[in-house]
């Protein structure tokens, strides 16, 4: 069975200061692993997926995170908070590349607020 | 760039009612999706499809629930007799079988289901 954990329903940081949201999974297998986010009234949108190869993934809108195996975790990270990036981001975890038939475990979400 | 669709945005309905969620795939996709979400909890897995068949369903998908593909473009989850813990944000999701930073699964902007 798979899970993910994401501390911290809601995070708050300043315009312009680091973003640090927090996941850590629980698999059965190697797992591949994405960062999804939903702005209002909108579906999500993939931001980042890990699946082999280099642990430090590079995503769309300035974001990373590293898949750390020892750690079991999956941080995500940007080095400056822009106004814009105000949004639900939620940590999910596959058996599959994320198709076929498996669903994504997703984890409860981290409601990130950006203060000016 | 295309996406995909749901309607309605909201429904509203009386427990024990039968509602019909539909979902408008991204058109040359092949595995088609269903999450629900509750409020304050994980987006959850409830069922895939391809081929004109449920790949694989989680154990929230229960007799109660049913999907079907009635067109080549609609893609609708049937909730036979609505309970008042049904309500919930139900999102449909589809996924390409291409390769790359695209290979995951896109998803509809959700239906928010209040049983009443």
């Known amino acids: 069975a798979q899970s993910v954990t994401q501390l911290g329903s809601h995070v708050s940081v300043s315009e312009g200061a680091l973003v640090l949201l927090r996941c850590n999974y629980s698999s059965s297998v190697p797992p591949y692993l994405f960062w999804y986010v939903q702005y209002p009234n909108q579906g999500l949108q993939l931001l980042l997926k890990y699946t082999t190869g280099a642990t430090l993934v590079k995503g769309i809108n300035g974001f990373e995170a590293e898949f750390k195996k020892s750690e079991t975790s999956f941080h995500l990270t940007k080095p400056s908070a822009h106004m814009s990036d105000a949004a639900e981001y939620f940590c999910a975890v596959s058996r599959t590349g994320g198709g076929g038939a498996d669903g994504l475990t997703f984890g409860k979400g981290t409601h990130l607020i950006i203060q000016p | 760039e295309p996406e995909v669709t749901q309607t309605p945005s909201h429904q509203v309905t009386q427990m024990g009612q039968e509602v019909i969620l539909r979902c408008v795939p991204i058109s040359n996709h092949l595995y088609f999706y269903w999450y629900r979400q509750i409020l304050g909890q994980k987006v959850e897995f409830l069922v895939s499809?391809?081929?004109?068949?449920?790949?694989?369903k989680s154990e929230i998908f229960d007799d109660q629930f049913s999907v079907e593909r009635p067109d080549g473009s609609n893609f609708t989850l049937k909730i036979r007799s609505t309970k008042l813990e049904d309500s919930a944000m139900y999102f449909c999701?589809?996924?390409?079988?291409?390769?790359?930073?695209?290979?995951?699964?896109?998803f509809g902007p959700g239906t928010r289901l209040t049983v009443l």
């Open positions: 999701a589809s996924w390409s079988l291409a390769g790359g930073l695209t290979d995951t699964q896109y």
């Open positions: 499809f391809y081929n004109n068949e449920i790949s694989e």
